[in-house]
């Protein structure tokens, strides 16, 4: 099985959890796509289910939506970050 590699590891800015970002790849692009349907709000929730792990564990929807507004914000800029690294 191949090891998932590691974009980041983060301290969440109100649970103080460290949260693990993972590096994306176009399945997970896809299947965050997929899921949205066009709904963008729903499209960055799937990412951060698709690549943030805590405890060495994924999260699920459920779990992002009880977390604080600040850390699911915080994530979401982290992954945002990783998609124009290395674009000028």
Known sequence: MKKDKIFTTVKLPVSDLEAV???GTGKNLFNALT??????GLFSKQ???EL???DDKGINSEEVD???MRD???L???ISLMTKNGID
């Open 21 to 23: 970002v993972l590096e």
């Open 35 to 40: 899921i949205s349907k066009g709904d963008q």
């Open 47 to 49: 990412l951060i289910i």
């Open 52 to 54: 943030v792990r805590i």
């Open 66 to 68: 009880e977390m604080h």
């Open 72 to 74: 699911v914000s915080y």
């Open 76 to 78: 979401q800029e982290v």
